[in-house]
């Protein structure tokens, strides 16, 4: 089952003691959202939410789960930026507070690997430096779905948290290992906007890897993030994907930590 606009999109699944849920929404929907939930899933209670990161869009319902006593799985990276203030001046503005103890990720991985749940195996994995430092993405064999939290996009060009161990290479390399997993029926849930599929992945990659090189070529030529903007490599995919500004700065921005350390 897929819930939309709650900040982000949500996927849930029911269980015999209570729902999956991967992903939460913003706080402020998570009262409605989880109603919503247990109407469509018939259970009254989250037994395990995934939280794909640490980004406010997806950490919304961890609160009343926690507190509920569900099971909260993430990144250890994810309870790490969860447990402590955070800035972040490329994907929201101001500082975060850390989340209250019993909204914090209770079970975490460093990697990949799989747990049950409802008779099928639920498949998890680390994204590496993708969207956040801590991404996990969700596949559930059973049903082929994937969950690829903020590593993809289909509406909208995704900002990637530079000051936050993210950068553009981590990006294109996570859409190149989904590329290469993911088949022709799979489908594929990102952050937020429409289902995708192989097709939009394999796309999105070389849409990325073309960039890559491009951005690579205006290092060694001495630009600044002011000039990948200005030159506007992107332009084409505008009317699809809208303006690329804050997208190019980012991660152009992100590409100048990796290689040219202070």
Do not use: C
Request: no cysteine; glycine share 12%.
């Amino acid at each position: 089952m897929l819930f939309e606009g709650a900040g982000s999109n949500v996927m849930a699944m029911p269980g015999d003691d209570g729902a999956l849920m991967i992903d939460g929404g913003l706080a402020v929907h998570a009262g409605a959202l989880l109603r919503a939930l247990y109407d469509a899933t018939g259970n009254d209670r989250i037994h395990t939410l995934i939280n794909t990161h640490w980004h406010p869009e997806q950490t919304g319902a961890n609160e009343a789960v926690g507190r509920s006593g569900g099971v909260i799985f993430a990144h250890e990276n994810t309870r790490m930026y969860l447990s402590n203030p955070v800035h972040s001046s490329a994907t929201f503005e101001g500082r975060l507070e850390p989340l209250s103890k019993a909204a914090r990720p209770n079970r975490t991985t460093r990697g990949d690997g799989s747990l049950e749940f409802a008779g099928r195996r639920i498949d998890y994995g680390y994204l590496p430096q993708a969207h956040t430092d801590g991404d996990l993405y969700v596949h559930i064999p059973d049903l082929n779905v994937l969950a690829a939290g903020g590593v993809v996009s289909g509406e909208r060009w995704p900002l990637l948290d530079y000051r936050n161990g993210a950068w553009f290479g981590g990006r294109v390399r996570a859409l190149e290992w989904l590329a290469e997993r993911v088949d022709p029926d799979t489908r594929v849930v990102p952050a937020h906007g429409r289902l995708l599929t192989r097709r939009d992945v394999v796309r999105h990659r070389d849409i990325y890897r073309d960039l890559f090189e491009t951005m690579i070529g205006y290092m060694n030529m001495g630009f600044g993030p002011e000039d990948a903007v200005e030159h506007n490599p992107l332009e084409s995919y505008e009317a699809e994907f809208g303006d690329p500004s804050a997208f190019l700065d980012g991660a152009y921005r992100s590409m100048l930590i990796a290689y040219v350390p202070d």
